[in-house]
């Protein structure tokens, strides 16, 4: 079965750091760009980073750009969002996503087709 | 950033009625759009990419048209387990932007 599965949220307070993980299984990680979503308590969804299958392009949400770090271990098919000095406008529920390429030659669609069921995070003294 | 607007923000419908939610995109995407339904408490799901390709599983009832900055998701025949928030996603472009969503709810 196809899954994503994060972990890693909780309760933090203004300025501190959080690692969130996400677990791949039943699809071969580095052949896929994948992506973090987050979600404010009763908001929309917020797109916040993505990385490409082999790590060497990653983009970010200019208000996470310089606090938020994405990164992969293929290997341990794993994705992970190192996220510091947390505000609390970060709290959210953060869903990783597999980032797919759905081609049409010579067009690519990216997509969010498979999705984890979120970890909380919570900023607040 | 390229901004999507949704409308409505929200929606009551009966079950069998044909429902029509809009985004509008701040400049051309082309057809780079998708759309995603959400239930409470639950992760998005893909329902539709390329503004009008349907995505595996997702029933008939479900399709979308546009290109440029307009587009359209409709329900044909709204469904009790359709309830739900959706939202449109573009992404010709970095950041990815989502629209604010629009709730479907049960009139």
């Known amino acids: 079965e196809v899954q994503l599965v994060e972990s890693g949220g909780g309760l933090v307070q203004p300025g501190g750091s959080l690692r969130l993980s996400c677990i791949a299984s039943?699809?071969?990680?580095?052949?896929?760009?994948m992506t973090w979503v987050r979600q404010a308590p009763g908001k929309g969804l917020e797109w916040v980073a993505n990385?490409?299958?082999?790590?060497?392009?990653?983009t970010y949400v200019e208000s996470v750009k310089g606090r938020f770090t994405i990164s992969r271990d293929n290997a341990k098919n794993s994705l992970y969002l190192q996220m510091d000095t947390l505000r609390a406008e970060d709290t959210a529920v953060y869903y990783c996503?597999?980032?797919?390429?759905?081609?049409?030659?010579?067009?690519?669609?990216?997509?969010?087709?498979?999705w984890g069921q979120g970890t909380m995070v919570t900023v607040s003294s | 950033a390229i901004q999507m607007t949704q409308s409505p923000s929200s929606l009551s419908a009966s079950v069998g009625d044909r429902v029509s939610i809009t985004c509008r995109a701040s400049q051309d995407i082309r057809n780079e759009l998708g759309w995603y339904q959400q239930k409470l408490g639950k992760a998005p799901k893909l329902l539709i990419y390329?503004?009008?390709n349907l995505q595996g599983g997702v029933p008939s009832r479900f399709s979308g048209s546009g290109s440029g900055t307009d587009f359209t998701l409709t329900i044909s025949s709204l469904q009790p387990e359709d309830f739900a928030t959706y939202y449109c996603l573009q992404d010709n472009n970095y950041p990815r932007t989502f629209g604010q969503g629009t709730k479907v709810e049960i009139k």
């Open positions: 990385i490409k299958g082999d790590g060497s392009k990653k």
């Open positions: 996503a597999r980032d797919n390429s759905y081609c049409n030659s010579p067009v690519c669609y990216d997509v969010f087709d498979i």
């Open positions: 039943g699809f071969t990680l580095n052949t896929y760009w």
């Open positions: 390329a503004a009008s």
